[in-house]
């Protein structure tokens, strides 16, 4: 630990995030105290603290970004993953209705973390509720404006956590005649929210889900895990094991 480093002792349990920068999977960082890095919480393991600041932050961020109001109704597209999962948790604790839109194989997981409705997003459009969302929250950009048009209520919101140029032309260019408006955002990272974060995880808040761990030397395996989709929850990797 360098000399001006503040809030923390040697041998300090913590936990943190570096943001998209694609890095190796390594045993060791060095990694400026001020920035991305809190305590890791007592109730939780290592293994389940790596698997939940990537998803838990980008949702914290967009949902600053969004933002939902406590009785509203918001529908997750991609609620299994690392960012839906986290932004159906903090919906709910924000005191929203919440839709979860995933495969059927995610459904348990889904009312487990507190989803009221469970929607199949493969479902015809047709079949998507009329009318009945005040955001639709699109992690994969896979809402067409179709659906949108469909179920969004009047004032609602298409807000794109991925987005294409005609996604980001609606955002920029309003609402064109349409009673709904899209929104398109990106995820800062702030150790302020990861310190939030933290207390919601000690709170019974946030729940860090693994679905499987893998030694080092399984890199490619754990890759290959997570890219099926097939477990609920974070493929974490356990260097030095
Ligand atoms: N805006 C930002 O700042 C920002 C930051 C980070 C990442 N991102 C974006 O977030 C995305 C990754 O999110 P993630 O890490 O949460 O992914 P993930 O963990 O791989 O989860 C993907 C989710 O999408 C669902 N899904 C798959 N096909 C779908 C479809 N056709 N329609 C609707 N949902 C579908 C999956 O459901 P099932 O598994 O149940 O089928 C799962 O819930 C990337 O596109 C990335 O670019 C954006």
């Known amino acids: ?81 690392s960012i839906g999962s986290a932004v159906v948790q903090l919906a709910k604790y924000q005191g929203a209705e919440v839709t979860a839109a995933c495969s059927e194989r ?38 067409s404006f179709e659906q949108a048009n469909t179920s969004l209520k009047p004032g609602g919101t298409l807000f794109c956590a991925s987005f294409k140029g005609r996604h980001l032309w609606r955002s920029l260019a309003g609402n064109k005649g349409q009673a709904w408006r899209v929104k398109c955002a990106l995820a800062s990272y702030s150790q302020a929210n990861l310190t939030e974060v933290a207390r919601l995880i000690t709170e019974g808040v946030l729940t860090p889900e693994v679905s499987k761990s893998f030694p080092l030397e399984a890199i490619a395996e754990a890759h290959r895990c997570k890219e099926g989709g097939l477990g609920s929850g974070a493929v974490v990797v356990l260097p030095g094991q």
Request: with cysteine; aromatic share 12%.
């Open 1 to 81: 630990m360098g000399n001006n480093v503040e809030g923390f002792s040697l041998g300090d349990a913590v936990f943190g995030y570096l943001g998209s920068t694609f890095g190796a999977n390594a045993q060791y960082l060095c990694i400026n105290s001020k920035k991305w890095v809190a305590h890791k919480p007592d109730n939780i393991s290592f293994e389940q603290a790596a698997a939940i600041p990537y998803g838990a932050l980008t949702a914290m961020s967009l949902m600053q970004k969004l933002p939902l109001q406590a009785g509203q109704h918001l529908l997750v597209n991609g609620a299994s993953g």
């Open 106 to 143: 995610h459904k348990e997981y889904l009312n487990r973390l507190g989803a009221d409705h469970w929607l199949d997003y493969r479902q015809a459009k047709e079949n998507w509720p009329n009318k009945a969302y005040d955001a639709i929250f699109d992690v994969l950009g896979k809402c």
